[in-house]
């Protein structure tokens, strides 16, 4: 039997897709149902498990613990001053909503922190070059001591692959360290972004959506040793491109001249800003996407009330709605660019419980960690189910690596035993912040374009990322 869903678009138009959900005997024996594809979201943590992370409740970002009560969708669209429509989550009152207009952060006033005699990073290091920087500091690109860029990349080659590492890669925690460091960036004020390398320090390093990138850093810091006249934020840069052309995927050409924070008073100019205290910006760092903001709250173990009939967790467009305006579009990024990010950001590594809480590898790395479009094709033709922590059949049929932490929601491609000698697909998940590309209909359409044509997909995202990386930088 299939399904035909009909999704209504922003504009009020509606489109008829493909079949997004295959009816199964499991939906008739209590388990939530089945997601399909049918046909036409930093590489992975790739850390080992680190301590567990402290979560703040009460973050503004709503972030993964607990059941996610931050905020409501609702008090979000009722700070901004919009209507919001009648809940349709059971156990909250959260107005998903299709789209919602991107406010601009207001621009921030200028800061001078006093300079300390001496900030060291959390690695101990005291500042080697590269000017101190302030909320209003333009980038400087001087010449400076000379680098040799080539000797560089041969040493982060030698140092990318390492079969005591998690599928013998540095690729994919390269690649989420470099997305982290840009990914702050907003194009309205021009603040945030890869220049400075800000996560030396507290206050980017504490993000829960940076957990377990101490690691990336120290394994560069030999590199910088070696090199350093090299700022950290151009080597965070380098090592992602070269750790990208060293699995298989596009050659980026590198631009150098970024420089380096040289303590917290980047982001301590934000928290003073006037317009930080009005609530007109956000009083704190914190501009990364989150796995399940704005989504129905979790009910652990009943994960069938936190759905609707074809199987999507109730307030999916909300989460849209944060990562299209709140995070990409903020940054100045169009659907197609934040589709060819994550279609090839996510084909690396895989997350940790002990890090951001989910579990598991986005694509099969069998065969090591290599560019492909395969998580595009598997997102829209393999089966993908529902799971939490509660979820032990995980366990017995050999994916106890897919099972979440507690208080926190994934897909798998996995499916409880019932008998049959059915042979079971590599472990593979996706987080709810990764379907949206198949819910929303814009997102689908490049979706599905992409698993057709992954040279495609090499180009674009060969584009998007370097976009991304070079976001407040100054170049040309």
């Not at 919009?82 to 952060?105: D, F, N, Q, R």
Request: with cysteine; hydrophobic share 40%.
């Amino acid at each position: 039997m299939r399904w035909l869903l009909a999704l209504p678009l922003a504009s009020g138009l509606v489109l008829n897709h493909a079949p997004l959900l295959r009816s199964s005997s499991s939906h008739e024996t209590g388990h939530p149902p089945v997601l399909m594809g049918g046909k036409g979201f930093g590489g992975g943590e790739a850390t080992r498990d680190p301590a567990p992370t402290t979560y703040d409740l009460n973050d503004p970002k709503g972030k993964q613990q607990a059941i996610h009560k931050a905020e409501s969708f609702s008090d979000y669209l009722a700070r901004r001053g919009s209507v919001t429509a009648e809940a349709v989550c059971p156990h909250a009152a959260a107005a998903p909503a299709a789209s919602l207009p991107y406010v601009p952060l207001a621009a921030p006033a200028p800061f001078a922190a006093p300079a300390p005699a001496v900030s060291r990073d959390y690695l101990g290091n005291a500042p080697i070059q590269g000017a101190r920087s302030t909320a209003t500091a333009d980038v400087a690109h001087s010449a400076g001591p000379s680098v040799d860029y080539a000797a560089v990349r041969r040493e982060l080659t030698l140092l990318m692959d390492n079969p005591s590492w998690d599928d013998g890669s540095l690729a994919p925690v390269f690649i989420r360290l470099a997305w982290h460091s840009s990914g702050t960036y907003d194009q309205a004020s021009n603040t945030g972004g890869s220049n400075g390398a800000g996560m030396r320090y507290e206050t980017e390093a504490a993000d829960p959506e940076n957990a377990g990138l101490a690691v990336a850093r120290a394994f560069l810091e030999p590199v910088k040793r070696r090199f350093p006249a090299m700022s950290y934020s151009d080597l965070w840069i380098l090592a992602a491109y070269v750790g990208i052309e060293h699995t298989g995927g596009p050659a980026i050409e590198f631009t150098a001249g970024r420089t380096d924070h040289e303590d917290e008073g980047y982001w301590a100019a934000m928290s003073n800003n006037p317009a930080a205290r009005g609530g007109v910006m956000p009083a704190q760092y914190g501009r990364l996407p989150a796995a399940e903001k704005y989504t129905c709250p979790h009910l652990q173990g009943d994960l069938g009330a936190n759905m609707d009939d074809e199987g999507r967790v109730v307030g999916w467009e909300g989460l849209c709605t944060h990562v299209r305006n709140e995070v990409f579009y903020r940054m100045g990024f169009g659907d197609r660019e934040i589709v060819a990010l994550l279609c090839g950001g996510h084909v690396y590594g895989r997350c940790h419980p002990g890090a951001s809480g989910y579990a598991g590898p986005w694509v099969d790395l069998s065969e090591g960690n290599k560019f492909t479009n395969e998580y595009a094709a598997d997102m829209i033709e393999d089966e993908w189910r529902l799971v939490d922590h509660s979820d032990t059949w995980l366990d017995d049929i050999g994916a106890a690596e897919l099972r979440p932490a507690p208080g926190n929601r994934q897909y798998v491609n996995q499916k409880p035993p019932d008998g049959s000698d059915e042979e079971q697909p590599p472990n593979q998940m996706m987080l709810v912040s990764d379907m949206i590309l198949a819910w929303d209909p814009a997102f689908r359409s490049h979706l599905e374009v992409y698993a057709e044509d992954e040279e495609l997909l090499v180009q674009d995202f060969a584009v998007a990322f370097k976009k991304l990386t070079e976001l407040g930088c100054g170049f040309a």
